[in-house]
T-cell receptor, first 111, second 114 residues
């Protein structure tokens, strides 16, 4: 399977704390994306990082990419209860016209 | 970004019936749409790539005769689950966009087959 893996599978923190999620993948990629999914809803795009980039920021989000280790991390700073959701990484493997999603991290932020 | 809608948002049907799910790209001309299936607490698995005006490309293990895809226009793709069975109960999500760029997802359709 090409599917990537994320860890932790579940993460529970308090509001104001930082949340870090990790994603590992298996093949060479063009880019890596992070998506968020609220329970029972569609996915919302958070950030895209290209294979020649090492770090990217968007508001309270910080994404890193290490292509030598085939891994990425998503950091959410100063978390809020509204950040409670599942977070997925997705990669487009070189030579394949499709996205492959990771297993996801379920984040719970308690007030 | 693109706005994508799905209809219906949820459907309950009896085993053996067929169910059609629509995916509409409201402000984006989509030559390609993607159909995913998601089981509870699991990730999205790509079922097929829907190509406007031509046959869909199915992923390994997905039965093309069971999951019929029609992409007749740049704004509409339909997924028909034929002779649905309880094991087909799942959350079906479509998306539009280029693979190397942002994907825009519909809100999903929850299918329950009794």
């Amino acid at each position: 399977s090409q599917q990537g893996e994320e860890d932790p599978q579940a993460l529970s923190i308090q509001e104001g704390e930082n949340a870090t999620m990790n994603c590992s993948y298996k093949t060479s990629i063009n880019n890596l994306q992070w998506y968020r999914q609220n329970s029972g809803r569609g996915l919302v795009h958070l950030i895209l990082i290209r294979s020649n980039e090492r770090e990217k920021h968007s508001g309270r989000l910080r994404v890193t990419l290490d292509t030598s280790k085939k891994s990425s991390s998503l950091l959410i700073t100063a978390s809020r209860a509204a950040d409670t959701a599942s977070y997925f990484c997705a990669t487009d493997a070189q030579g394949f016209q499709k996205l492959v999603f990771g297993t996801g991290t379920r984040l719970l932020v308690s007030p | 970004g693109a706005v994508v809608s799905q209809h219906p948002s949820w459907v309950i049907c009896k085993s053996g019936t067929s169910v059609k799910i629509e995916c509409r790209s409201l402000d984006f001309q989509a030559t390609t749409m993607f159909w995913y299936r998601q089981f509870p607490k699991q990730s999205l698995m790509l079922m097929a790539t829907s190509n406007e005006g031509s046959k869909a490309t199915y992923e390994q293990g997905v039965e093309k005769d069971k999951f019929l895809i029609n992409h007749a226009s740049l704004t509409l793709s339909t997924l028909t689950v034929t002779s649905a069975h309880p094991e087909d109960s799942s959350f079906y999500i479509c998306s539009v966009g280029q693979v190397q760029e942002t994907q825009y997802f519909g809100p999903g359709t929850r299918l329950l087959v009794l």
